[in-house]
């Protein structure tokens, strides 16, 4: 296997107090990028925000913007996310019949281009296209709704990903979204993991930078 990258920990701020994201945001200076997660009530059964509030994340941090468009016609969104300062826009293959194009336009902008799937969407139809994208995302719940319980059967994917982009030389962040903890998180990096969302784990602890820590930590061993 290829030497792993330090593990990247992204807080998602779905889980924190909208009423004070500045001030949560400000409370994990050790995390290394903070994750949006956008839902339209359409792709998902939920309503999170927009644009606006990804732009103002951007004003109050220095960190990448991890910007997870959980949205129907994402190729009609995109330019706004960019626009409102995303390092990384990732959207769903389910979503568009032309990831590829999409994944082109975006990196066309200077931005990193990711796709996520659902835990029903086998990977295998995904990974003769990994070359046109930075990051993929592998949902280990089901997309939609914070604090859901870990999928442990997803990581067949993370290692199928874990295998092939080793095979290929390929440069491709590989990052699990839900249920990941401290109880989680180290069967995650053993099956290849390189970034971890972590919502609950993080903006739910008495310390949340304490918590970015010890996940970081358990990653790591």
Known sequence: MAQQRKPIIAPSILAADYARLGEEIAAVPDADWIHVDIMDGHFVPNLSFGYDVTRAVHRVTD???????????????????????????????EATDKHVELAQHI????????????????????????????????????????????????????????????????????????????????QAAEAGVDAYVAGSAVFGADEPNAAVQELRALASK
């Open 63 to 93: 960190k990448p913007l991890d910007v997870h468009l959980m949205i129907e016609n994402p190729e009609k969104w995109v330019d706004h996310y960019i626009d409102a300062g995303a390092a990384c826009v990732i959207f769903h293959v």
């Open 107 to 186: 990196r066309s902008k200077g931005v990193r281009a990711g796709f996520s799937l659902r835990p029903g969407t086998p990977i295998e139809d995904y990974l003769d296209d990994l070359e046109h994208f930075d990051e993929v995302i592998v949902m280990s719940v089901e997309p939609g709704f914070g604090g859901q319980s870990f999928m442990p059967d997803q990581l067949d994917k993370v290692r199928t990903l874990r295998r092939v982009i080793d095979e290929r030389g390929l440069d491709i962040i590989i990052e699990i979204d839900g249920g990941i903890s401290a109880t989680t998180i180290e």
